[in-house]
Structure formats: structure tokens, C-alpha cells
């Protein structure tokens, strides 16, 4: 068995794989970067090594600086986690040629599964059903176009080098096929230094379904079931479940007998995940699942594996790792129970779900579930990395209760100021829709003007407010807002402050819900995972600003403008691109308000802009 291990990854990855290495007896190494110097991977590690600036590139995608961490740590192993160079298929040859275990698939296996494109190709050797689409090197733009118009829309446009939902852009028609194919290019440029594309079939109403695979060195290779990861924002999971819903026997056997074709296909070792494509618009078939690519990794999903099968995937890495053969037969694992993870995001709704970054004041996650969560309390949500705070994790006897186990945890999360998605994860996770399994990708989309909560406070909260700033003591009537009046009966009226908005609640005679705490000089409404600054009204209030008027633009998140499409002086229609930010290799186009000219640029391509920073103001003109 491995004795030391280094964890060339960070935040909740690093953390999860710590707390499994600790119960094995595994001494662990931890490398960061400068501005994670405080995190609670590097304090929990026992021995920890710092790899440079802030930067991704300049710090964890080194892999010089990993290497020769592990070599002055004594590391034995180096298990790279998920993102970074999990699927590096040169770390994975240099940390072999190093002397150093790799506890990840075999680069043989990274290269084969790497390319889409020629992924594909060997899937379709192997017996694999494979979507329709094309493949081929010629990368003109015009013969895409070609392709794409052959195939027939919707197409997928597809990064051959990508994952995790970056570099692909959907295509309705043939007019957006240019800028499409350019944005997506451009994405998988900046993401993974290769802009090749490939071009699949969009399958309408489509179900996204893994398997989860294991091989080790002996030859063995089983599944450990699927995993339905359909909820989805920009091709990002969301909310992640196992087993899927409305999967019968029969569909089952065919899809994970699939899987091990591919794994088998290409000599597999470790962790892996065989991700499918499924058209479920006649409930789910083996004839109408077709696979899609391979992850040679653990994935983010892994512990909804783990709680319908009982096992420790990060135990059985490390056992294969040390060339041990797989814990347990295929006849020996079965299904138990129902599991469903949602990712808690760093990310504002009301936005368009744009990052939201900075200190963690205020955070409270669920106690009664599964957390897996990179930072705590008093840390910070940094803009240079993957802004998930945790994972929330439920396990239930079967789908119903999980979805409502989910939807209560997610419901309880306090975090401030820092945004998060909490309130959409709980609406989501009790939608009626969802709770009966008519799920396909394009859900959340679909119900987005249910599940985005409203930027104004809804009469729940209101109530909640008003509630919470009624006095403690009934018999001291000097200290209520309102309700106090001599010589008369009392009045059931309350003036409220929520999000600096004045509010005059009439109060039901139900009973207050949410959390109230103060957050140094604010007080704070927690409820159904929102939070709602409150305060008593006060004489001058005026009502709070909120949207510019002006035609100004702001920066919606701190970023990188990547392109500016207009130049002072302009005349613009609404709705027109006048340029774009990148965050967290997001992009966000900021547009023209209205119909006017361009009156004043403030930014450049390549600048660094703050949040709230004045872009641009767009004038109408007059007459």
C-alpha cells in the first residue's frame, strides 16, 4: 500500500481525498498556491509546499513545481484530483518516468479518450454506439458550416480538447453558425490551448447518463452503475442523481455493458466515467443512447456512486494505485437506496448566475447531510478558481424523499455576501417537475422563470422581515416599528427596510420563519437559501437605487475584457454586442440598452475591470 501521497489539486478535491488517505494511514502532502496558503486542504494535509502565484498556470498546471515538490516531500504517489492535469496524459508519463506512482488511468488511456473526435472513432470499433455527427481534421470554417448544414439543426459545436462544459455552444440555424463557431473556438483556445472542434446531432429532449467505471491491473474492469446528470446550466452539472430515474433492467444492463466495452477498449485503469447521450423523449431505450466521451478521472459527481453502492472510490484508487486488484466482483455490488448532490455555486441567479466572489463572513451549511466543501467560514471565494463553495449530498430510500431531503439543505444555507445559487437549488430540487423525473438537459432553461428566484422580496419574506423586527419583549411597546398607537387599538402594520427597499408589511398571524443574525453592522434574514439584508426604515429613506438609467453600463463580476466590438462615437441598436468580459473562463457580453451612440468607452481589450466599474455609456439620440 502507498505510504505518502502529494494531491496535485486544491479546495474540496484536495479535502475529500485527505479524509480517506487519513483513514488508509496514508501520510498526504498538500502543494498551493500563494493566495491559498490559509485554505483547510493545506492545513490539513500533513506536510504542505507552496507552488507559486495565484494563477493557475503559473502554480497547479506546472507540472515542474509538482514534481519536484513530491520528490523534496518523499511523496510515494501523486493523485491529481479532478480539473488541472487530472487527464494530462504527459504528467501522467512524467510522474511514472519520475520514479512516482500515478493514481489516475494510464496515458495510453488519457490520449485514446482525450480527443473527442478520435474517441469517437475508437468507440465505434469497439462496438459503441456513437452520436451522429462529424469528426473529420478539415477545421475551414466554411466546410463546418457545411457539415453542420448536412447534419441538420440544432448541432452541437464541440471542443475535440474540452470538458466540463467548456467550448460548446448549441446552433438553432445556419445565421448563427459563424459567431458560434468563433466564441467556441475561442473558449477552447483559452481553456485548453487546442481550438479544434467537432459537430454533433442536438438531440432534442436529451437525457445526459454516465457510467462509473473501475479497472485495475489485473484485468478486471466493472461498473458501479449510472449516474443521471441532466440538470444542467451552459452544459454544467447542477444536480447530479443515481440511479436514474425511469431506468429499467434491461436498459441498464445495455448501457453499463457499453461502458465496459469502452473501458476495455483502451486498457483501463482506475476511476473512470463513460458519459452517454440519451433521446428520452419515449422514456429511456437502448437503442436511443449513444456515448459521448470518456472522463479519465474521478469526477465532481463521484459520492452519489458512493452512497447507492456503499464504497469509497477514492479507497479503491489508492488500492489500485498499489496494484491492487479491485476490491470487490461485479456480481458483488448492487444498488441501495437513491442519491442526488447538488452543487452549491458561488454565483448570483438574479444575474444571469455570473460568479460572485469575496470573503466568506456568514457560512452555514446543512449538518444532517453529506458536505463536501473546500472552504469555511471567515475564508474567501477566490476569482481564480472554480467558484463552488460545496457539494450537498442526500441519500433517502428512495427518489421522493431525496428530492425533498435535497430541497430542506439546500433551503438552510446562510452565506454573506458572498451570492450563491442555494435558493434556485432548493426551488429546483422541489419542482414538481423534477420530483416526478421529467428531466432532460434543458430543464432548467425551460422552468428558468420558476426557479430564478425574484429580485424583490416575495410576501414570505416580507413577513419574515417584518417579524423579525418586532420587539423581543411584548410589554415594551416603545420598541416596535409600527403597532403602537396611544389611546387606540394597535395596528397590524409594520414598516420594514429589505435590500434597502422600504416595505409596509400587514403581519398574518402565522409563525416567523427564517433565521435572523447579525453580520458585523448588518442584520441578516436567512430563508429558503436566500439572504435578505433588514433594517428598520429610517426618516430620510428614499427608496435605494438599482438599475442605472443613464445608459451606463457596469461590470456585472470582475473580469477580463477580451473584446471590444465598438469604438467611441458609434451608433448602436439595442441588443447589440458592444464587448465582452471573461471570468472563471466564462464569457458575458455586455449589450446596448437602447437604440444611441456610443458617448463614452472606458475599457480596452485586455483590461482588468472591478465589479460595478463603468464600461460604457451608451446615448440616445435626440428627435
Not at 443515481?242 to 466495452?261: L, N, S
Not at 472552504?375 to 428512495?398: H, R, T, W
Request: proline share 6%; glycine share 10%.
Amino acid at each position: 500500500m502507498i505510504k505518502s501521497l502529494l494531491i496535485a489539486n486544491r479546495g474540496e478535491i484536495a479535502r475529500r481525498i485527505i479524509r480517506t488517505a487519513r483513514d488508509m494511514g496514508i501520510r498526504t502532502i498538500a502543494v498551493h498556491s500563494d493566495v491559498d496558503a490559509d485554505m483547510p486542504f493545506v492545513r490539513e494535509a500533513d506536510d504542505a509546499v507552496c507552488i507559486g502565484p495565484a494563477l493557475a498556470r503559473e502554480s497547479y498546471l506546472v507540472q515542474a513545481k509538482i514534481l519536484d515538490a513530491a520528490k523534496a516531500t518523499g511523496a510515494e504517489a501523486i493523485h491529481p484530483g479532478y480539473g488541472f492535469l487530472s487527464e494530462n496524459a504527459e504528467f501522467a508519463e512524467a510522474v511514472e518516468a519520475a520514479g512516482i506512482i500515478w493514481v489516475g488511468a494510464p496515458a495510453h488511456s488519457i490520449r485514446a479518450m482525450g480527443l473527442k473526435d478520435a474517441a469517437k472513432k475508437l468507440m465505434v470499433e469497439a462496438g459503441v454506439p456513437v452520436t451522429p455527427g462529424y469528426m473529420g481534421e478539415n477545421q475551414d470554417p466554411a466546410h463546418l458550416k457545411a457539415e453542420a448544414d448536412r447534419i441538420g439543426y440544432p448541432v452541437l459545436i464541440k471542443a475535440v480538447a474540452g470538458g466540463g462544459g467548456k467550448g460548446m455552444r448549441k446552433v438553432d440555424d445556419s445565421g448563427q453558425f459563424a459567431d458560434a463557431l468563433l466564441s467556441c473556438q475561442r473558449e477552447a483556445s483559452a481553456s485548453f490551448g487546442d481550438d479544434r472542434v467537432l459537430i454533433e446531432k442536438y438531440i432534442l429532449g436529451p437525457r445526459h447518463i454516465e457510467v462509473q467505471v473501475f479497472g485495475d491491473r489485473h484485468g478486471n474492469v466493472v461498473h458501479l452503475f449510472e449516474r443521471d446528470c441532466s440538470l444542467q446550466r451552459r452544459h454544467q452539472k447542477v444536480i447530479e442523481e443515481a440511479p436514474a430515474p425511469g431506468m429499467d433492467a434491461a436498459t441498464r444492463a445495455a448501457i453499463c455493458e457499453a461502458a465496459i466495452k469502452a473501458a476495455k477498449a483502451v486498457d483501463y485503469v482506475g476511476a473512470g466515467t463513460i458519459e452517454f447521450i440519451a433521446d428520452a423523449s419515449e422514456g429511456l431505450r437502448a437503442d436511443r443512447i449513444w456515448f459521448m466521451e470518456m472522463n479519465t478521472r474521478l469526477q465532481v459527481e463521484h459520492p452519489v456512486t458512493e452512497a447507492i453502492t456503499g464504497q469509497d472510490l477514492v479507497e479503491w484508487q489508492l488500492r489500485v494505485a498499489s496494484g491492487e486488484p479491485l476490491p470487490l466482483r461485479q456480481d458483488q455490488l448492487s444498488i441501495n437506496g437513491w442519491a442526488m448532490e447538488a452543487r452549491l455555486y458561488a454565483e448570483n441567479p438574479s444575474t444571469g448566475f455570473l460568479p460572485s466572489t469575496g470573503p466568506l463572513t456568514r457560512l452555514r451549511l446543512p449538518e444532517n447531510i453529506r458536505v463536501d466543501s473546500g472552504v469555511e467560514e471567515g475564508g474567501e471565494v477566490s476569482p481564480y478558481y472554480d467558484p463552488m463553495i460545496a457539494k450537498l449530498i442526500v441519500a433517502a430510500p428512495n427518489r421522493t424523499t431525496a428530492a425533498a431531503k435535497l430541497a430542506e439543505a439546500a433551503g438552510t444555507v446562510e452565506v454573506w455576501p458572498v451570492r450563491t445559487n442555494a435558493a434556485f437549488l432548493a426551488r429546483a430540487a422541489a419542482d414538481p417537475d423534477f420530483v416526478a423525473g421529467h428531466i432532460d438537459t434543458g430543464f432548467i432553461e425551460r422552468h428558468a422563470d420558476r426557479l430564478v428566484p425574484a429580485t424583490d422580496p416575495s410576501a414570505k419574506v416580507q413577513q419574515a422581515a417584518a417579524k423579525a423586527l418586532l420587539p423581543a419583549d411584548p410589554l415594551d411597546p416603545w420598541k416596535a416599528i409600527a403597532g403602537f398607537r396611544a389611546n387606540a387599538a394597535p395596528e397590524n402594520r409594520v414598516a420594514v427596510e429589505i435590500a434597502g427597499h422600504g416595505h409596509v408589511v400587514e403581519l398574518d398571524g402565522a409563525e416567523p420563519s427564517g433565521a435572523i443574525c447579525d453580520v458585523r453592522d448588518e442584520t441578516l434574514l436567512f430563508i429558503d437559501g436566500e439572504a435578505w439584508p433588514i433594517n428598520a426604515p429610517q426618516a430620510d429613506h428614499a427608496g435605494g437605487g438599482g438599475a442605472v438609467s443613464d445608459g451606463a453600463l457596469l461590470a456585472p463580476m470582475p473580469g477580463r475584457v477580451i473584446a471590444v466590438e465598438v469604438t467611441q462615437g458609434d451608433k448602436v441598436i439595442k441588443g447589440q454586442k458592444l464587448l465582452v468580459l471573461e471570468a472563471m473562463k466564462m464569457e458575458q457580453a455586455m449589450l446596448a440598452p437602447f437604440d444611441g451612440v456610443v458617448a463614452e468607452l472606458q475599457v480596452r481589450a485586455g483590461g482588468q475591470v472591478s465589479e460595478g466599474t463603468v464600461l460604457a455609456r451608451i446615448e440616445k439620440e435626440e428627435g
